[in-house]
């Protein structure tokens, strides 16, 4: 990665602490004014360093938008689903870069795989749509979209890993989906269900680690030459 990017990403964790900390001592209005700018820095550095492999940057851009989307109303379904599609774009982009990336390799995807993928999506449907019937009404047969993508996208970066010779960058971006799981399905919870202290910073935390490291590994990926 060239300087400024280094320098954003510096910015990234400055910023990060500071929002986290207000998180942590349940400042909503200063948690609110800075929530967005740990996206945004890390938005730049990625854009500096891959201008030219836009669904990479548009990742971090789509998921700033989602953020703030979930600034104006808390438990509110309209602003929820306004999130869902940015995110979801968001993911998507990720998924079809990770797909090119497939692609490029000359690698053999095992059929296998492609119906792993698709009977994981359907029993992860099957048992999430009760809850997200709970929370979005006639909404959540929509949302039901989105946790399955999450982890057919996620399954994808270990194939790109497989793909070429077991790099660790792909590893960065599976990890990455993993807390990305984790902090969007405790938002789901602290929100819909039951109010948990300082949920905020776990929600937060999470989701920032979740956005570097898929962020940086897709970015690696291609600025090392493994995966262009």
């Known amino acids: 990665m060239q300087v400024p ?10 910023s990060s602490v500071i929002h986290l900390y207000f998180c942590w001592v349940e400042n909503e209005k200063l948690r609110k004014i800075t929530k967005a700018f740990p996206i945004v820095f890390l938005t730049a550095a990625i854009f500096i360093a891959v201008p030219k492999y836009p669904l990479i940057w548009l990742f971090p851009l789509l998921s700033l938008f989602g953020d703030i989307a979930l600034l104006f109303k808390k438990k509110s379904i309209f ?29 053999t995807i095992p059929t296998l795989s492609y119906v792993i993928f698709g009977i994981s999506s359907v029993l992860i449907v099957v048992f999430i749509f009760p809850i997200t019937r709970k929370v979005a009404g006639k909404y959540g047969i929509i949302a039901n979209i989105y946790f399955p993508v999450l982890i057919v996208v996620g399954a994808t970066s ?40 300082r949920h905020d910073f776990y929600v937060m935390s999470t989701y ?7 962020s940086v590994g897709l970015t690696m990926l291609v600025t090392m030459g493994i995966a262009i």
Do not use: P, W
């Open 208 to 214: 920032i680690i979740a956005e570097v490291l898929i």
């Open 158 to 197: 270990l194939l790109v890993t497989a793909a070429y010779a077991n790099s660790y960058q792909g590893l960065l971006v599976a990890l990455g989906y993993v807390f990305f799981i984790f902090s969007d399905a405790f938002l789901i919870y602290s929100n819909f269900f039951k109010d948990v202290k």
């Open 5 to 14: 990017s280094i320098v954003l990403l510096v910015l990234v964790l400055i």
């Open 79 to 107: 602003f929820f689903l306004i999130a869902f599609i940015f995110f979801l774009g968001a993911h998507i982009c990720n998924f079809n870069e990770l797909t090119i990336m497939l692609v490029r390799s000359d690698t």
